[in-house]
């Protein structure tokens, strides 16, 4: 079993970073891939952004790319969605997860999810 503990939200302005974080206990293998996931009101859950627990490699969604940056410290089992230039639409409630197979961008593929965070964006 994964738990997964998110933290960091928060209600920014528009242009504004905030940082989450998400620290993991359990069993959290090597080869797992740690995702984010945002969900808005009204809107079906999308892929944010993924990275690698091993090797750190990470992926984004084209609406957030260049704007969010994953990272993991392996020592801590936490690993981190840097978000700057914020928007409005941003705004969501943002969960991660773990999995271990399957497409990454895919919410059923994941095994372990988080209770979320809400990010709120003013404009």
């Known amino acids: 079993q994964v738990q997964l503990v998110e933290s960091g939200g928060g209600l920014v302005q528009a242009g504004d970073s905030l940082r989450l974080s998400c620290a993991a206990s359990?069993?959290?293998?090597?080869?797992?891939?740690m995702g984010w996931f945002r969900q808005a009101p009204g809107k079906r859950r999308e892929f944010v952004a993924a990275?690698?627990?091993?090797?750190?490699?990470?992926y984004y969604a084209d609406s957030v790319k260049g704007r969010f940056t994953s990272s993991r410290d392996v020592a801590k089992n936490t690993v981190y969605l840097q978000m700057n230039s914020l928007k409005a639409e941003d705004t969501a409630v943002y969960s991660c997860?773990?999995?271990?197979?399957?497409?990454?961008?895919?919410?059923?593929?994941?095994?372990?999810w988080g209770q979320g965070t809400q990010v709120t964006v003013s404009s």
């Open positions: 359990g069993r959290v293998f090597s080869s797992y891939i």
């Open positions: 997860a773990a999995k271990r197979f399957g497409e990454l961008t895919t919410e059923r593929n994941y095994d372990y």
């Open positions: 990275i690698n627990w091993s090797g750190g490699s990470t």
